[in-house]
């Protein structure tokens, strides 16, 4: 299995089913569009051409206002950030730490942009409880006024990588 980019041409997208109808119809019909129009990335975990999961990431900008307090910087209204739009395990892989490997990739894309460009960290709007669970225990943190959009900053995320590989910790 390995990580990349998805490419249109070579992953089977049909056959992706993580049991969400959402998530399975942006993969197979919307991912290759936004791809196209630059206003995503989406990357896949893959077993040759066959999809494990995705996880798709854009810019993106929250109001000041709408951060916990000990992470509202400066005296911008609107925070640069990097958007999880969407994560996906297929229901064959689910349970099994695919999940995990996802997110800690896209963290991985994430510090990698932020040496690039001014982000506070990353954004992602929860589908469901059980998914704002699943990122909380990651360090993110709900958001004033939306409670299934959380918030990581780089400094929490760095926490998680070095826990993760602490041989390559910054």
Excluded at 4 to 29: E, M, S, W
Excluded at 78 to 94: H, T
Excluded at 107 to 131: C, N, P, S, W, Y
Aim: charge should be neutral.
């Amino acid at each position: 299995m390995e990580f990349g980019p998805l490419d249109p041409k070579t992953h089977d997208r049909a056959d992706f089913d993580c049991g969400v109808d959402a998530l399975n119809r942006y993969i197979r019909q919307f991912a290759n569009q936004d791809l196209k129009r630059g206003l995503t990335r989406v990357y896949v975990l893959a077993e040759d051409a066959k999809l494990v999961g995705y996880y798709s990431i854009s810019a993106h900008s929250v109001l000041r206002d709408h951060l916990p307090d000990d992470i509202r910087l400066g005296p911008y209204e609107d925070i640069p950030f990097l958007l999880l739009g969407r994560l996906a395990v297929d229901k064959r892989w689910q349970g099994q730490g695919y999940g995990d490997a996802l997110i800690v990739h896209a963290f991985r894309t994430t510090r990698a942009a932020a040496e690039q460009i001014g982000i506070l960290g990353m954004i992602v709007d929860a589908k469901d409880e059980k998914a704002a669970a699943f990122y909380e225990g990651f360090g993110f943190r709900r958001l004033a006024g939306t409670p299934n959009r959380l918030a990581l900053p780089i400094s929490a995320m760095d926490r998680v990588l070095a826990a993760a590989f602490p041989s390559s910790a910054k």
